[in-house]
C-alpha cells in the first residue's frame, strides 16, 4: 500500500512539474512571439496597408480632378492690371475635397467588407491582388517564412492574412507652396493633404496605423508684380473631415 501510494505521489509531483513546464514553455513562446515575430510580421502588413491605401487615394484624386479647369481654382484680384490678391474659389475646392473624401471612404470601407465588386475604382487599379481573397476581406497575405529574414526562407510556410478597419474620422485638405518664378513671377503649387488611421488585423496581433498622404494636384505660373498678400485662403483653408460610418 505504501508503495502505491508513493508512487502516486511521485506521478502527482510529475504532473505538477509538467503543467509548470508546459506554462512557462507558452508564456516564453508568447514572449518571443511578441519581441521577434510580431514586429516583422507588422512591418509588412503597414507596407502593404499604405501601399492599398494609396492606390485607393490617387484614383479617387484623379476621378475628381480630371475635369476641374485648374484656373477655375483661383480667384485672383487685380487693380490697374496688378495683382492685389490671390484666393481659392471655395465653393470648388469644398466640392472637390467633399467629393474625394467621401470616395475614398466608401472605396475603404467596400474593401474592408469584401464588397469589391461595389468599388468605384480603375479597373486595372487592383491588377495585383487577389481578387478572392479580397472578397474575403483580406488586403494581403504574409508569408511566415519572412521572420527567418533569409531570402531562400522568405516563401515558405503557410500564409498570415492581413485585414484592416478604417477608424476614426478621415481629414482632407488644401495645402500649398508659393515659389518665387524668375523676376516677377511666383509658382504656386496646390496640394491635397489626406489623413487617415486604418486599424490592422493578424492572427496574434493588432496595431493602428496613421496615413497622412501629400499629393500635388496642380501648378499654377502667376506672372506679373507678385503681391504682398496672396494665397490667403489657401493658407487657412478650412479641412474637410467625414466621420466612418
Known amino acids: 500500500m505504501r508503495r502505491i501510494r508513493l508512487k502516486k505521489r511521485i506521478k502527482f509531483k510529475n504532473s505538477i512539474l509538467i503543467i509548470i513546464l508546459l506554462i512557462i514553455s507558452i508564456f516564453l513562446a508568447f514572449k518571443f512571439i511578441n519581441l521577434k515575430i510580431n514586429p516583422v510580421l507588422l512591418d509588412y502588413a503597414n507596407m502593404e496597408a499604405?501601399?492599398?491605401?494609396?492606390?485607393?487615394?490617387?484614383?479617387?484624386?484623379?476621378?475628381?480632378?480630371?475635369?476641374?479647369?485648374?484656373?477655375?481654382?483661383?480667384i485672383i484680384t487685380k487693380e490697374e492690371n496688378e495683382i492685389k490678391a490671390i484666393d481659392f474659389n471655395p465653393i470648388i475646392v469644398n466640392q472637390v475635397l467633399t467629393n474625394t473624401t467621401t470616395l475614398i471612404q466608401t472605396n475603404l470601407k467596400y474593401l474592408e467588407q469584401g464588397k469589391i465588386e461595389l468599388l468605384n475604382l480603375n479597373t486595372d487599379a487592383l491588377i495585383d491582388y487577389n481578387t478572392d481573397k479580397l472578397r474575403q476581406g483580406i488586403i494581403y497575405e504574409i508569408p511566415s517564412g519572412v521572420i527567418f529574414g533569409n531570402s531562400f526562407l522568405a516563401?515558405?510556410?503557410?500564409?498570415?492574412?492581413?485585414?484592416?478597419?478604417?477608424?476614426?474620422?478621415?481629414?482632407?485638405?488644401?495645402?500649398?507652396?508659393?515659389?518665387?518664378?524668375?523676376?516677377n513671377n511666383a509658382l504656386i503649387e496646390v496640394n491635397i493633404v489626406l489623413e487617415l488611421s486604418e486599424q490592422l488585423i493578424l492572427p496574434f496581433v493588432t496595431d493602428k496605423i496613421t496615413i497622412d498622404t501629400t499629393i500635388p494636384v496642380a501648378l499654377k505660373l502667376i506672372q506679373g508684380t507678385v503681391p504682398n498678400y496672396y494665397l490667403n485662403g489657401l493658407q487657412n483653408s478650412p479641412a474637410i473631415t467625414l466621420p466612418i460610418s
Not at 499604405?50 to 485648374?70: E, G, P, T, V
Not at 481629414?171 to 523676376?183: E, H, L, M, R
Open 155 to 183: 516563401n515558405i510556410g503557410p500564409k498570415i492574412p492581413v485585414r484592416f478597419s478604417l477608424v476614426g474620422d478621415i481629414v482632407s485638405y488644401v495645402n500649398t507652396n508659393v515659389k518665387d518664378y524668375g523676376i
Open 50 to 74: 499604405r501601399k492599398l491605401a494609396s492606390i485607393i487615394i490617387n484614383d479617387a484624386i484623379n476621378k475628381n480632378f480630371k475635369d476641374i479647369n485648374i484656373d477655375e481654382l483661383f
